[in-house]
C-alpha cells in the first residue's frame, strides 16, 4: 500500500488528506477562528482540537449520584470529569483500596485546583470529557505519569515484538529513573506505541528523557498557575500528522505552505531525522487538495448519496440517534440471478460504507441495511468486507453479524464532529455550507488567483454574511500579509451563500485618436 500525506496550510484553517493508493482515506481539518467569527476556536464544534491539552482547572461540582464531577478549565461549557478518570487522584493520595472502585467525592473536591487532560472535544451540547489520568506523548513512547508499568498499542499483536519491547522499555525506563534525581520517575508508566516497533534502545531512550523533560515543565507551570489554565498544548495539526502516521509506508509528505513546510522539516530533523527527506514542499500553481481530487471527495462527503462503480448507491443520513445506511442496486443486471447480484452490489457497498464512515468522522450508533441475501457464506463475507475497511482505524470500532433482514449494526467511538456539522448550516444542511466554511473557501480562492495573477489587486466578491464574517474575523489582514496585495472584499446582494468569485483589474481599453482635419484632408 502506497500512503501519501498532503497538507493544506491556509489563512486560519489547516487541512491534511491521508491517502491509500491515491484514495483520500481520512481528512482533518482544524481551524483558528470559530464560525461567529468572535475569536479563537475553543475545540470541538469548530474544528480546533483540544484533545491531548493539559489544564488546571476548577472543580465546580461533584455529584455523587452520577458519580462525577464538573471541571472548570475555561471554556463555554464545563468539563466531565468521571470517577474511572479520576481515581488516579485517589491512589494518588493513597485512598483506594485495591479491587474496588473509588467514589467520586473521595477523589476530588468543589473548589479543589486539578490537572486535567482533554480525552475529548466538545460536541454538540455537551463539554469536553476529561481525565486526570494523563498522558505525556512522544514518537515512541506515551508517558503514563501517576500510572506505573509497561502497555503496548493494540496493533502491535506478535507476542514476540511485545515480549521484546516491554523488556526494552523496562530496561530504558529503569536506567532514566536511576540516572535523575527526581522520585516521582520510579512512579511512572510507559505505553509503547506502534512507532517503536522498529526503533533501537538508543532511540526510546531518548524519546523516554523527552517526555519526562515536558512532564517536568508541565507540574512546574502548574504549581503557579490560577485555575483555568492551559499548561501544555498537543502538537498542532501538521506536527501531530507526522508524529502519528509518518511512518515506513509513507511515500511523500506533500505540503502546499512555505512556512509549514520549513517548520515540518525542523521539526522531523529533531525528532526523526530518518524521514525528514520524504517531506516536499507543493509550489504548483494548482492548488494541491484540487490536484489531487481532494477537493471533491469532500463534496462527495457532504451528501448523502455516494455512487457506487457498478451503478447502485449507497445513502447515509445522520440522526443524533444514528447513522442509517440504504444499499440501493440501481441499474445493475450484469449479474446472472438476484443473489450473485445482491452479493456484489453488497460487497461494493462494504467498501464504499466503511470509508464514508472514516472520511465523514462518523460515531455512535450505525445501522447498515444491506440487500437481503439468502446464502449465510455471502452474509459471512459481506460483513468481513465491512471489518476489513476498518482496518488501521485508531478509533474503535465493533461491528456485529448481519440478522435475518439483512442489517448490520454497529458501533463507533465519537471523538470529533462530523464533518457535515463542521461544514454545513445545521438549520439547513443540504442546502447551505456555514460562513464560516464558505470564507475559508473564498481565502483559497483567493490565494489561487494570486497565483495566477502575482502582484495585482484581487477583489473577493462573496455573500453579504460571508463578507461580513471576513470581515469580523480579522483574517484579511493575514491573507493581505502572506500575499503582499492588495484586497477589497465586495458583498454581492441576493446572491446564495455559496456564491464566490474573484477579480483582478483589468488593463484599460487603447483609446484610439480622433482625426484630425489634416488626417481627414490626406
Known amino acids: 500500500m502506497s500512503e501519501e500525506i498532503l497538507i493544506n496550510v491556509g489563512i486560519g484553517e489547516t487541512r491534511i488528506a491521508l491517502m ?15 464560525d461567529s467569527a468572535q475569536g479563537p476556536c475553543s475545540g470541538g464544534t469548530t474544528g480546533a482540537s483540544l484533545v491531548g491539552n493539559l489544564m488546571v482547572g476548577r472543580v465546580e461540582r461533584v455529584l455523587p449520584g452520577m458519580q462525577a464531577a464538573f471541571v472548570d478549565i475555561g471554556l463555554a461549557r464545563s468539563g466531565f470529569l468521571g470517577v474511572r478518570e479520576a481515581q488516579c487522584l485517589c491512589e494518588l493520595m493513597g ?6 472502585m473509588p467514589r467520586i467525592n473521595d477523589c476530588v473536591r468543589e473548589g479543589e485546583k486539578i490537572v486535567v487532560q482533554v480525552l475529548k472535544d466538545p460536541i454538540g451540547d455537551k463539554g469536553p470529557r476529561l481525565s486526570a489520568n494523563v498522558t505525556i506523548p512522544g514518537r515512541l513512547l506515551v508517558l503514563v505519569p501517576h500510572q506505573p508499568g509497561v502497555a503496548l498499542s493494540r496493533r502491535i499483536e506478535d507476542e514476540d515484538d511485545r515480549a521484546r519491547l516491554t523488556e526494552l522499555v523496562e530496561r530504558v525506563g529503569a536506567d532514566v529513573a536511576a540516572s535523575t534525581p527526581d522520585d516521582d520517575v520510579s512512579k511512572c508508566g510507559w505505553i509503547v506505541r506502534t512507532a517503536a516497533l522498529n526503533a533501537d534502545e538508543a532511540a526510546v531512550e531518548r524519546d523516554a528523557r523527552h517526555v519526562l ?12 498557575t490560577t ?18 502516521h509518518l511512518n515506513e509506508d509513507t511515500k511523500a509528505v506533500l505540503i502546499d505552505d512555505a512556512d509549514a513546510f520549513v517548520k515540518a522539516r525542523a521539526y522531523c530533523d529533531a525528532v526523526m531525522p530518518g524521514f525528514a527527506a520524504t517531506l516536499k514542499h507543493h509550489a504548483s500553481r494548482t492548488p494541491l487538495f484540487a490536484e489531487r481530487g481532494v477537493d471533491a471527495e469532500i463534496e462527495t462527503a457532504l451528501s448523502s448519496r455516494v455512487d ?6 449507497i445513502t447515509i443520513e445522520r440522526t443524533e440517534a444514528l447513522t442509517a445506511v440504504d444499499v440501493n442496486s440501481g441499474s445493475f443486471t450484469a ?15 462494504a467498501d464504499a460504507i466503511a470509508r464514508q464512515v472514516r472520511l465523514r468522522g462518523v460515531g455512535g450508533l450505525v445501522i447498515i441495511d444491506f440487500i437481503h441475501l439468502a446464502e449465510e457464506s ?3 463475507e459481506v460483513v468481513a468486507r465491512l471489518e476489513a475497511g476498518f482496518e488501521g482505524d485508531r478509533t474503535p470500532t465493533q461491528i456485529l453479524p448481519m440478522s435475518e433482514f439483512g442489517t448490520v449494526e454497529m458501533t463507533r467511538k465519537r471523538v470529533r464532529e462530523p464533518l457535515d456539522r463542521l461544514l454545513l448550516d445545521p438549520i439547513r444542511r443540504d442546502a447551505n455550507k456555514t460562513k464560516a466554511t464558505m470564507a475559508y473557501t473564498v481565502l483559497r480562492a483567493a490565494q489561487a488567483a494570486a497565483a495566477d495573477a502575482p502582484g495585482k489587486p484581487l477583489t473577493l466578491h462573496a ?7 471576513l470581515t469580523a474575523s480579522g483574517l484579511i489582514p493575514q491573507l493581505k500579509a502572506r500575499l503582499g496585495v492588495e484586497i477589497t472584499l465586495a458583498p454581492a446582494t441576493g446572491v446564495p451563500r455559496q456564491y464566490v468569485d474573484v477579480s483582478t483589474p483589468t488593463a484599460a481599453p487603447a483609446r484610439t485618436p480622433t482625426p484630425t482635419s489634416a488626417d481627414i484632408t490626406a
Open 335 to 349: 449479474a446472472s440471478d438476484l443473489e450473485q447480484t445482491s452479493h456484489r452490489i453488497n460487497l461494493e457497498s
Open 308 to 313: 457506487l462503480p457498478s451503478g447502485g448507491w
Open 20 to 34: 491509500d493508493d491515491g484514495v483520500l482515506r481520512d481528512l482533518v481539518i482544524e481551524r483558528s477562528i470559530d
Open 463 to 469: 455573500a453579504d454574511d460571508v463578507v461580513a464574517w
Open 213 to 224: 523533560e515536558m512532564w517536568r515543565e508541565v507540574r512546574e507551570r502548574a504549581r503557579g
Open 227 to 244: 485555575a483555568p489554565a492551559t499548561v501544555f498544548r498537543e502538537l498542532g495539526p501538521v506536527q501531530r500528522v507526522l508524529r502519528d
Open 378 to 380: 455471502h452474509r459471512e
Open 95 to 100: 485512598l483506594r483500596d485495591a479491587g474496588k
